[in-house]
């Protein structure tokens, strides 16, 4: 079983705020990502890290911001939430060798901007 | 660019019975892997299946198979005798030299008892 973790699971905020989507995984995985999936629909890739200190926009253009400073944890930030960015945002993680290592999954944060 | 399609948006099956999932994906590489994930209602995306390209025999876990087809580049995911638990929406996915996932948009199963 994965250990990937993404708090908050729910959040309904105001237009304007700053917010911070937490993903954390204990499995000691290099690789980690953020993907945006609307209901019912395909999950794009807006960012993604191979290590500390390494980070890359996805295909998906996304004015969000990530950051790895530790190896487990990889927090996206939205600076000022807008009614656009309503949408729920999956982590996953993987380890850093062979591209056969599946992706594991945390549960994913609904994130809903009235 | 790698594409991956998935052509059902929804699909049903009896309880018991068994189902299959089409996915077709382009790509001109020849090295590659492709996965099954299943997404339960408001659960964690798992992973079903997985096929290395490089190997011509199907792969295989319990009630889920895959029928591999390179030539065709068709990778369906059959689900023999369907439980409840089965109902998610199921992605396909294409993982090759980009490092990326690539997924498909999605087939929603629904299973009737």
């Known amino acids: 079983e994965a250990d990937i973790y993404q708090t908050p699971r729910y959040l309904v905020i105001g237009t304007g705020k700053k917010i911070t989507l937490e993903c954390s995984q204990t499995m000691g995985h290099d690789k980690m990502y953020w993907y945006q999936q609307d209901p019912g629909m395909e999950l794009h890739l807006i960012h993604y890290s191979y290590g500390v200190n390494s980070t890359e926009k996805g295909d998906l253009s996304s004015e969000s911001t990530v950051s790895r400073i530790r190896t487990e944890h990889f927090p996206l930030t939205l600076e000022s939430a807008r009614p656009s960015h309503t949408s729920q945002y999956l982590c996953?993680?993987?380890?850093?060798?062979?591209?056969?290592?599946?992706?594991?999954f945390g549960d994913g944060t609904r994130l809903s901007i009235l | 660019a790698q594409t991956v399609t998935q052509s059902q948006p929804e699909m049903s099956v009896q309880e018991a019975e068994t189902v299959t999932l089409s996915c077709t994906y382009d790509t001109s590489e020849s090295d590659y892997y492709l996965f099954w994930y299943k997404q339960p209602p408001s659960r964690q995306m798992i992973l079903v299946i997985r096929?290395?390209?490089?190997?011509?025999q199907n792969a295989t876990e319990n009630r889920f198979s895959v029928n591999f087809q390179k030539a065709a580049k068709s990778f369906s995911l059959k689900i023999s005798d369907s439980q409840l638990g089965d109902a998610a929406m199921y992605f396909c996915?294409?993982?090759?030299?980009?490092?990326?996932?690539?997924f498909g948009q999605g087939t929603t199963l629904q299973v009737k008892p």
């Open positions: 996915a294409y993982w090759g030299n980009t490092g990326k996932l690539i």
């Open positions: 996953a993680s993987s380890p850093g060798t062979g591209n056969n290592q599946p992706q594991h």
């Open positions: 096929q290395e390209a490089y190997k011509q």
